[in-house]
């Protein structure tokens, strides 16, 4: 993870820690006014949101993300290693015959799939 992965994601944790606490505290005021902004009409009063609840809400889906995050992180590293593990693929040699006077290439259907399973990968057929 880079550096600044990191730094997000350890600031993630200590603001799901500070929603957490926020929504089991007892506050005096236990709504907000959501606004939007309406340009140069100024803002209007859309709803009133309980602190709590949405501050249980954030810490819920801070977690979530952080948790989908180390979940893809550790995909990432198993795909990565069965990646290393694969034997490079060693063609057999080709010959070539000729058609309408040309040389055409040509490799055994057989012996190139055989190659690809030997090296550790699935051949399908169609």
Excluded: W, Y
Excluded at 53 to 75: G, H, P, W
Excluded at 83 to 96: C, R
């Amino acid at each position: 993870m880079t550096d600044k992965l990191e730094a997000l994601r350890l600031e993630a944790e200590t603001l799901s820690g500070l929603m957490m606490q926020l929504a089991e505290n007892e506050i005096d005021s236990d709504s907000f006014a959501v606004m939007s902004d309406l340009g140069e009409n100024g803002t209007e009063h859309e709803c009133d949101l309980p602190i709590t609840e949405t501050a249980l809400r954030a810490s819920a889906v801070i977690d979530q993300l952080l948790a989908a995050l180390e979940e893809k992180d550790q995909r990432i590293a198993e795909l990565q290693q069965r990646l290393q593990q694969h034997k490079p693929i060693k063609l057999p040699a080709e010959f070539f015959i000729k058609v309408s006077g040309q040389a055409v290439s040509v490799m055994g259907t057989a012996a190139v799939m055989h190659r690809i399973r030997s090296a550790g990968h699935k051949v399908e057929v169609e």
